[in-house]
């Protein structure tokens, strides 16, 4: 199996320095919480809030999804965060927003825990397979409906390393 590279290393860290720009400027005086999706996210959580700078904390939470068919899936939280949600500005630190499923229960749950605003920043978007209501409100780039691996994105566990975004060709 071969990588063909989709966005390079220097196109990741100049969208995520824009992204950075446009989340500060939309939160202006309020920090905040930043909580990312794992396992995918880490890379650019990580990237992320060092291009954000100080006063940002930081969270994790995983969730699993049962593929039946698409419309029957159900979403599990498998680790939830240990910061107490209510009352807080949430922004999700997301890789990749496909279907988008995964994305309205974690926004539904936030919600439900009283969170003051929960918004989303998502590396990737797949914008054909979105079946959600609202697009992430930071997208880094919009993608065609194809599967990625590499800057934390796996296959079985495999390419996370990556430092580019690529797709695989056998
Ligand atoms: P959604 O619920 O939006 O359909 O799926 C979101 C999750 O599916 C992502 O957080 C990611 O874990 C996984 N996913 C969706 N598309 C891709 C892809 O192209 N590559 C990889 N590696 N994971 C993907």
Same mark, same amino acid.
């Given at each position: 199996?071969? &990588?063909?590279? @989709?966005?390079? +290393? +220097?196109?990741?860290?100049?969208?995520?320095? +824009?992204?950075?720009?446009?989340?500060?400027?939309?939160?202006?005086?309020?920090?905040p919480?930043?909580?990312?999706v794992?396992? !995918? *996210?880490?890379?650019?959580?990580?990237?992320?809030?060092?291009?954000?700078?100080?006063g940002?904390?930081?969270?994790?939470?995983?969730?699993? *999804?049962?593929?039946?068919?698409?419309?029957?899936?159900?979403v599990?939280? #498998?680790?939830?965060?240990s910061?107490?949600?209510?009352?807080?500005?949430?922004?999700? &630190?997301?890789?990749? &927003?496909?279907?988008g499923?995964? /994305?309205e229960? /974690?926004? !539904? @749950?936030?919600?439900?825990?009283?969170?003051?605003?929960?918004?989303? &920043?998502?590396?990737?978007?797949?914008?054909?397979?979105?079946?959600?209501?609202? #697009?992430?409100?930071?997208?880094?780039?919009?993608?065609?409906?194809?599967?990625?691996?590499?800057?934390?994105?796996?296959?079985?566990?495999?390419?996370?390393?990556?430092?580019?975004?690529?797709?695989?060709?056998?």
């Amino acid at each position: 199996m071969r &990588v063909e590279t @989709v966005l390079t +290393e +220097e196109q990741i860290a100049s969208r995520t320095r +824009e992204l950075a720009q446009q989340i500060q400027r939309a939160y202006a005086e309020s920090r905040p919480l930043l909580l990312s999706v794992l396992k !995918g *996210s880490v890379f650019f959580l990580a990237d992320l809030a060092r291009e954000l700078g100080s006063g940002y904390p930081i969270d994790f939470m995983a969730v699993a *999804s049962y593929d039946g068919t698409r419309s029957t899936r159900a979403v599990e939280i #498998r680790l939830d965060v240990s910061t107490h949600i209510e009352g807080r500005d949430v922004l999700i &630190v997301e890789d990749i &927003v496909d279907s988008g499923l995964t /994305l309205e229960y /974690l926004l !539904g @749950v936030l919600k439900a825990r009283g969170a003051t605003s929960v918004r989303v &920043v998502t590396l990737l978007f797949k914008s054909d397979a979105f079946q959600g209501r609202d #697009r992430p409100d930071f997208i880094g780039f919009e993608l065609p409906n194809e599967f990625v691996v590499g800057y934390g994105m796996d296959l079985n566990e495999e390419w996370r390393n990556l430092k580019f975004v690529g797709r695989l060709v056998p």
